[in-house]
């Protein structure tokens, strides 16, 4: 193989969709087909109205337009992409094992496996199988195994190339990357792949940025990194908590110390707590990994970045109930935001679900706005949990699409995710319409203290008294 021309990626969600649509636009001369074994998926990434596409992320369907049946395809044709491919991006859901040995930790590897499986029955040459999920370290060991033992004889090449996109800037992320990842086997054959995937990075990124190590060094930075990450949401989170129960407003404490360059300034944004599908995933990764080869202090160091992720959003949950006079049963408390950030249809592993279980636990009457996330999506994520049945949800949830609607005769409004339309709001309006006193949990601190207190709000925002 002297380049690569032909891209296969098996996996066609948030991560698979916009890494392969950008590389598709940067490299015209490849051909890339994203391929899943769910045919209502790929049948949305095949929508002629580009606002039906999966997944929501600002500058994907523009993008898609410009690239979709050109050189890049969306496909249910699983083998036959393989087959083609070059490269085979993997790039399926890796979640936190739900059974057996590691439950509740463990990454779920089953689907990884049966790609694995996939590519060695149907492949008829060589082929370089880059891991594109996040994996436990040493996973690629398990797939060259496989490849090696049940394939029809023809060379595979491991790599590891992490993606360090963020959701809701997605594009940007991938037409900016920090930096590129790639790990693969210190062999002759090794580097050749390694190198190989290097220049279709280096199509649209310097060189400088595309970094190469051992596959192990790889997929344990991807861990580290969202570990590090979470752990900084997670310490000004833990001051949060301090600064409300002193005078000390913990937006200049993160100022002040994000000012010393060895901190930093960014990812100190105190909230009602870090969702999303990596970072709680990964850390009990690391945790099970530590464990595992007999590291308890290690293990406990980073599962307290999760405990203390977890208290905020108790603490925030509570903190509703006992300013509402302690009891929040029968109340109406509207909700601003679903997904787990603003730009993004994504819920998984929101604060938003876990603070609306703790208050249906007392029987709130909660409605739900959010201007990205479907109704079906949100029940889906309260029945997940198995707290109470569907139908004890259903009577107790309303979703909606116009808040103005609702916030007739609130007792509260919550809001959860920091959508910039919610700035914009007419708060006077939604003030007059709101029964009294009217209150404002705000777990983003997206809105105008002062302001809101204007108006009349009780007004409550995390890390802040
Ligand atoms: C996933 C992982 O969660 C993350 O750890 C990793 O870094 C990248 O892949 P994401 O793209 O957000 O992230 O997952 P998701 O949106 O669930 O997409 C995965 C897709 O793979 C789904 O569309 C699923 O149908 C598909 N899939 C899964 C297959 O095509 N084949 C399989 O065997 C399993
Ligand atoms: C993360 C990593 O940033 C990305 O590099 C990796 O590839 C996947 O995991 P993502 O989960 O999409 O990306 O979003 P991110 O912007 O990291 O936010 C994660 C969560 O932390 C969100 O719930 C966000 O609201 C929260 N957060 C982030 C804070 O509460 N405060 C901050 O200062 C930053």
Not at 146 to 163: H, K, Q, R
Not at 228 to 237: G, H, K, T, Y
Not at 335 to 360: C, M, P
Not at 381 to 391: A, F, G, M, S, V
Request: proline share 3%; glycine share 6%.
């Amino acid at each position: 193989m002297k380049e690569i021309t032909k891209i296969c990626c098996i996996g066609a969600g948030y991560v698979g969709g916009p890494t392969m649509s950008v590389i598709a636009k940067k490299c015209p001369h490849i051909q890339v087909t994203v391929v899943d074994i769910n045919a209502d998926r790929i049948a949305q990434w095949n929508e002629t109205d580009l606002d039906k596409l999966p997944i929501y992320e600002p500058g994907l369907k523009e993008i898609v337009a410009a690239t979709r049946n050109k050189n890049l395809f969306f496909s249910t044709e699983v083998d036959k992409a393989i087959d083609e491919a070059d490269v085979i991006f993997i790039s399926v859901n890796t979640p936190t094992k739900t059974y057996g040995k590691g439950k509740g930790q463990a990454a779920d590897l089953k689907f990884i496996e049966l790609c694995a499986r996939n590519i060695a029955k149907v492949a008829t040459t060589d082929k370089i199988v880059v891991e594109k999920s996040t994996l436990p370290v040493r996973t690629a060991g398990a797939i060259k195994n496989i490849l090696d033992n049940t394939g029809n004889g023809v060379n595979f090449e491991i790599l590891s190339n992490p993606e360090f996109l963020a959701e809701g800037t997605a594009i940007q992320d991938l037409l900016h990357a920090d930096r590129v990842l790639i790990g693969g086997d210190e062999t002759p054959t090794g580097q050749k792949a390694k190198d190989l995937l290097s220049q279709v990075y280096e199509n649209w990124l310097p060189k400088e940025r595309i970094l190469q190590t051992n596959v192990w060094s790889s997929e344990l930075s991807k861990l580290v990194a969202n570990a590090f990450l979470a752990q900084r949401v997670s310490s000004i989170n833990s001051i949060s908590a301090l600064c409300e129960k002193t005078d000390a407003n913990v937006e200049e404490v993160a100022r002040a110390i994000g000012y010393d360059s060895r901190i930093g300034s960014k990812f100190l944004s105190s909230s009602v707590g870090f969702g999303g599908s990596c970072f709680q995933k990964d850390i009990l990764n690391l945790v099970y990994i530590s464990q595992s080869l007999g590291l308890q202090e290690v293990a406990d160091y980073w599962e307290q970045v999760i405990i203390m992720n977890d208290y905020q959003k108790r603490r925030f949950a509570d903190n509703i109930i006992s300013t509402l006079y302690n009891t929040v049963s029968g109340k109406k408390i509207v909700f601003f935001g679903w997904a787990f950030k603003k730009d993004t249809n994504d819920t998984r592993e929101s604060a938003a679900i876990y603070v609306a279980d703790a208050l249906l636990e007392e029987r709130a009457e909660l409605s739900i706005f959010d201007p990205q996330v479907k109704e079906q999506t949100i029940f889906r994520d309260l029945d997940y949990l198995n707290t109470r049945t569907p139908e004890e949800n259903k009577n107790l949830v309303t979703v909606v699409d116009n808040p103005m609607d609702q916030v007739e005769n609130a007792h509260a409004i919550a809001v959860l995710t920091e959508w910039d339309e919610f700035k914009t709001y007419d708060w006077q309006e939604i003030y007059d319409k709101m029964l009294k006193p009217a209150f404002i949990f705000d777990g983003r601190r997206l809105l105008d203290k002062a302001q809101m207190e204007e108006i009349g709000f009780n007004y409550y925002r995390i890390g802040q008294v």
